[in-house]
């Protein structure tokens, strides 16, 4: 078992952490308070190749593995969750999907000017009535002959603003259930695609969150994504690998809020010494350090199972489930840390405490991971596959 990074992952991580902290850090607060949308920010992102680092270059992509990707989506998180957020959505639900099961023709169309971040991407799955439940999709598309027609609203959208292109989810045939459900690339400035107001959000203020309205949308057929009845398996296949983007995420505001603190335990002095020398103070610290590792591990292991052609659907889980509470903990935990310091922005961990929540939310809730977790606990699986030929990433 080897646990030492490569030469090659050592500096994606320096240069995402430098990035972070010398492009980002500067006016995060700012861009939080007022809900800006980090233009300059995102393309410096993608002038460093952070919009698609595992898109084969052939594409336009970094063609680097998932731990590069999560070793970056770590170090920005840390800092900026509404970058980080793009940032996921771009590399591990649009542009993944794209390259795993779209055509040569979407790919050469698409996922060359979304892998340089030319264009940003949405994926379009939870409506007002179909979050965690992704069967009981509303919207509809039906087929016309040579085209589909995309009726139907969708929520809680990341990048609904500003994305080119949306991956949307649709029901095309209601009697076959999940069966029938299909994954269509729809380009936001066709005729009957509206973009709802931005959400004013809890945390990753800056990331632009709508709902976005379909309304007799023509749709080619050439942009169905994969076999007639294939959307649902699309969905569910790409949110997995998409978990593991989250899971990093959140291990990113993990570590950004024991990071701070350490550093603020030692700065601040009471009773005569650094705070840090205080027992009360101190095993705060040790609790931090220790599960930011576990969490870090998890992460890293799911990563490194998809990049193996493994079966990660259960790591992911485990990864998000965990990272995402320990998020939520540490980021308390660091405002505690604070006092009351922490209960204001200039110090960033209350920003860090915001978001962390949505963690526990967006691409599958602490419930739903615990669901597919226990389905494989029942079934009898080993948590860690013992062969590369147990599930392949592709159908």
């Known amino acids: 078992m080897h646990f030492e990074l490569s030469e090659e992952h050592l500096a994606v991580k320096e ?92 790919k050469q169309k698409y996922l060359t000017k979304l892998a340089t971040g030319e264009w940003i991407g949405a994926f379009c799955l939870s409506e007002p009535e179909a979050g965690s439940d992704a069967t009981s999709q509303r919207t509809t598309a039906i087929d016309m002959g040579d085209h589909y027609l995309l009726n139907g609203t969708k929520n809680w959208i990341t990048n609904g603003g500003t994305s080119k292109v949306h991956l949307v989810i649709a029901q095309t045939d209601a009697e076959k259930g999940h069966r029938g459900i299909n994954a269509f690339i729809v380009e936001t400035d066709w005729e009957g695609v509206q973009i709802g107001g931005k959400e004013d959000k809890l945390g990753i203020r800056s990331s632009d969150t709508h709902t976005i309205m379909y309304s007799d949308v023509k749709v080619p057929k050439e942009n169905r994504i994969g076999e007639d009845g294939f959307g649902f398996k699309f969905a569910m296949k790409t949110l997995t690998g998409g978990r593991i983007g989250i899971a990093a995420q959140a291990l990113g505001i993990a570590a950004g809020s024991y990071e701070l603190s350490l550093a603020y335990s030692q700065e601040r002095e009471a009773f005569g010494k650094p705070i840090s020398q205080h027992q009360a103070i101190a095993f705060k610290l040790a609790d931090m350090s220790v599960e930011t590792e576990a969490a870090r591990l998890l992460v890293y292991r799911a990563a490194w199972l998809k990049d193996q052609h493994m079966d990660y659907s259960a790591a992911s889980s485990m990864a998000k489930l965990y990272a995402s509470e320990v998020a939520m903990r540490h980021s308390v935990e660091a405002v505690q840390v604070h006092g009351g310091y922490g209960f204001v922005k200039e110090y960033h961990v209350e920003r860090l405490m915001r978001d962390a929540k949505i963690t526990q939310i967006y691409e599958g809730t602490s419930e739903v991971q615990r669901i597919v977790i226990s389905r494989t606990a029942l079934k009898g699986k080993p948590y860690v596959p013992v062969s590369k030929n147990a599930v392949a990433e592709k159908v």
Do not use: H
């Open 15 to 106: 240069a995402a952490r430098e990035f972070a902290q010398k492009e980002l850090k500067p006016g995060v607060i700012e861009r939080d308070k007022n809900m800006t949308y980090p233009t300059e920010q995102v393309r410096k992102m993608a002038e460093l190749g952070f919009l698609g680092m595992m898109v084969s270059p052939e594409y336009g992509g970094g063609g680097m593995d998932t731990i590069s990707y999560v070793l970056a989506m770590e170090e920005i998180s840390k800092v900026d969750n509404s970058c980080s957020v793009i940032m996921s959505v771009n590399n591990s639900l649009v542009c993944w999907g794209l390259e795993t099961f779209g055509t040569e023709a979407q």
